[in-house]
Structures are given as structure tokens and as C-alpha cells.
T-cell receptor, first 117, second 111 residues
Framework: DTGVSQDPRHKITKRGQNVTFRCDPISEHNRLYWYRQTLGQGPEFLTYFQNEAQLEKSRLLSDRFSAERPKGSFSTLEIQRTEQGDSAMYLC???????????????FGEGSWLTVV | GDSVTQMEGPVTLSEEACLTINCTYTATGYPSLFWYVQYPGEGLQLLLKATKADDKGSNKGFEATYRKETTSFHLEKGSVQVSDSAVYFCALSTSYGKLTFGQGTILTVHP
């Protein structure tokens, strides 16, 4: 168990450029989540996948954001035409849902810091 | 909708002092409750959790009890260490596992 890994850890980009983040969840975890965290705030939910299906998207996820999990393993989060307001840490998390209920533990990666200049 | 409110921070303590970080929540249904910790420059680590009323979660000397009657999940530790300095987040989870976080409380412990 190597934990949730994210790449890159840090990204500086110019406004208007596209960026892509990758997340590798814990092996065999069937749920994968993306969150965004700005300085001084708690993480905010963006979207989640059950296997390869994207089941919910937050209204925070504008049309410039797209997430995929094509084979139910790793996931990518792409931001097109970045804006300065996109500067944040993007956190990926995963969990193994075996039963119904809300008590399953969600494990987080170390995050990908995005700075848009 | 679901929401979590944490006590205003930051909190500054001397080593070996007692810690309490208040957390209250609003949720539909019966959420699970969590405390996560975030060290500088790192992601979130699960500290403890409780899945039903009156459950007590504990880990590394930290404790929190799920109080349904007061919709609270306060974090406590009897004797803090410098290494406990971090940001602490209270969170709740709905039936499909999505987490709703509080705003976080910065804890600084001085020697």
C-alpha cells in the first residue's frame, strides 16, 4: 500500500494555459475524489468517481474543468484556460466502498499546488 | 445542506497543556464524523472517526465523542506536544462518502 499519489506536486502556469493533474489512488480502491483547498480554508468537494463512472460534480467544477478515470484506476483533472482564481491545492482521495453507509475511511494524497500567474 | 463549524482559531498552547477544539455540525440523516490533521505542506491525514451517536474515536492521545443531542464532535487531548502543531479539520460524511469540512483550526504548541 503506497498511499494516494499525485503528480505534479507543484505547478506554476501562466493565465490562459491548460494544466493537467494526475492521481493514482490506493490499489483496488473503487472510489476516487477530487477536492480543492485554498489558503486558510477547508477542502471543498469537486467531483467523485465510482470505478470509471463520474457520479457527482460540484457546481464549483466549471466548464473549464474536466476529470476522467478511464479505466477505473488513475484519474486526471484538467483545467483549461486557467485563471488566477484557480490557484489552489488540488487534493485527490480514495476509498474502498464495500458496504452502504458513510463510515468508510477516505485517504488523501499530498496534493498538487497550482499557482496561476 | 450539510455544514461543519469549527471554533475560531488560531489556538496557541504551551507544551503539556490541555486542548479542546470545538466542532458542531448540521446534516440530514446520520452522518459519520471525522477529524483530519494537516501538517505544513502536506495533505490531510485521518486522525480519528466516529460512525454513530455516542461513539468515541481516539488516536495518538486525541479523542472525540459523537454527540447527537448537541450535534457536536469536539476534539480533545490531555497533554499536547510541539509535534502536534498543525491544522485540524472537522468533517462529516454522507451516505456515499463525500466529505464536508469545517474551515480548520490552526494549532501552535510552544516548548
Amino acid at each position: 500500500d503506497t498511499g494516494v499519489s499525485q503528480d505534479p506536486r507543484h505547478k506554476i502556469t501562466k493565465r490562459g494555459q491548460n494544466v493537467t493533474f494526475r492521481c493514482d489512488p490506493i490499489s483496488e480502491h473503487n472510489r476516487l475524489y477530487w477536492y480543492r483547498q485554498t489558503l486558510g480554508q477547508g477542502p471543498e468537494f469537486l467531483t467523485y468517481f465510482q470505478n470509471e463512472a463520474q457520479l457527482e460534480k460540484s457546481r464549483l467544477l466549471s466548464d473549464r474543468f474536466s476529470a476522467e478515470r478511464p479505466k477505473g484506476s488513475f484519474s486526471t483533472l484538467e483545467i483549461q484556460r486557467t485563471e488566477q482564481g484557480d490557484s489552489a491545492m488540488y487534493l485527490c482521495a480514495s476509498s474502498l466502498i464495500q458496504t452502504t453507509g458513510s463510515g468508510n475511511t477516505i485517504y488523501f494524497g499530498e496534493g498538487s499546488w497550482l499557482t496561476v500567474v | 445542506g450539510d455544514s461543519v463549524t469549527q471554533m475560531e482559531g488560531p489556538v496557541t498552547l504551551s507544551e503539556e497543556a490541555c486542548l479542546t477544539i470545538n466542532c458542531t455540525y448540521t446534516a440530514t440523516g446520520y452522518p459519520s464524523l471525522f477529524w483530519y490533521v494537516q501538517y505544513p505542506g502536506e495533505g490531510l491525514q485521518l486522525l480519528l472517526k466516529a460512525t454513530k451517536a455516542d461513539d468515541k474515536g481516539s488516536n495518538k492521545g486525541f479523542e472525540a465523542t459523537y454527540r447527537k443531542e448537541t450535534t457536536s464532535f469536539h476534539l480533545e487531548k490531555g497533554s499536547v506536544q510541539v509535534s502536534d502543531s498543525a491544522v485540524y479539520f472537522c468533517a462529516l460524511s454522507t451516505s456515499y462518502g463525500k466529505l464536508t469540512f469545517g474551515q480548520g483550526t490552526i494549532l501552535t504548541v510552544h516548548p
